[in-house]
């Protein structure tokens, strides 16, 4: 299922063509602003530095001036302003290097800034999906997975389900219009599962038979 994707992409978000008959139904990538909030847990970092700043203030208030208290803390003010400059940035990165993709057959995952990956996951090897949606609109779909497949939740994060390990849930994380998107998956998915295919089996003496899966 994982694929190392080297080469330059003959489409978007995809390491090859589609075949015949697969139409890509929509392609986004996750929002840089949602991924640096919930995935680098962004706001946290904020308010662990602003209570830094508020512990040194309060810590020296006695012992100087209302002045130079103030000043004892502005350093931890613009080390959290560093701190978070820098995880908005990785965030940023890490939504400009993907692609989520969706057809009627699978979902494809471009994923990855240093090591680019896509990952296929077929419809037919998807046991469900989950949709987490926020206030803002912004959302993520998680997918459990069937068969032996196991994915390294190093090499997929943040694209997976919050502390899920075993097994990785991927995951279209942090996508804007979430609920719109989970509709046209859940269709395609639907639409797919309920789609007849029929393969020839070998046929017995005399005779020709045709097995539908």
Not at 114 to 127: D, E, F, R, S
């Amino acid at each position: 299922m994982p694929h190392d994707d080297f080469a330059t992409e003959p489409v978007k978000g995809l390491p090859e063509r589609p075949p015949e008959g697969e139409r890509i139904l929509w392609q986004g990538r996750p929002e840089a602003w949602a991924l640096a909030r919930d995935a680098l847990s962004l706001k946290w970092v904020a308010l662990y530095f602003l209570g830094l700043a508020v512990w040194r203030f309060v810590a020296v208030v006695d012992l100087m001036p209302l002045g130079q208290a103030l000043g004892a803390a502005v350093p931890f003010l613009i080390l959290g302003a560093i701190t978070l400059g820098l995880l908005f940035a990785i965030a940023y990165v890490q939504a400009r290097a993907t692609v989520y993709t969706i057809t009627n057959r699978r979902v494809a995952m471009r994923i990855g800034a240093a090591l680019t990956v896509t990952l296929n996951l077929p419809y037919t090897q998807i046991a469900s999906a989950d949709l987490a949606r926020r206030r803002d609109g912004t959302g993520t779909i998680s997918f459990l997975t069937l068969g032996e497949t196991r994915l390294s939740y190093l090499v997929c994060w943040p694209h997976v389900r919050p502390w899920k390990m075993a097994p990785t849930q991927p995951a279209l994380r942090c996508i804007a219009e979430a609920e719109k998107v989970a509709e046209i998956l859940g269709e395609a998915a639907r639409t797919r599962i309920a789609e007849p295919r029929v393969s020839r089996a070998d046929p017995a003496p005399g005779a020709a038979a045709v097995a539908a899966e």
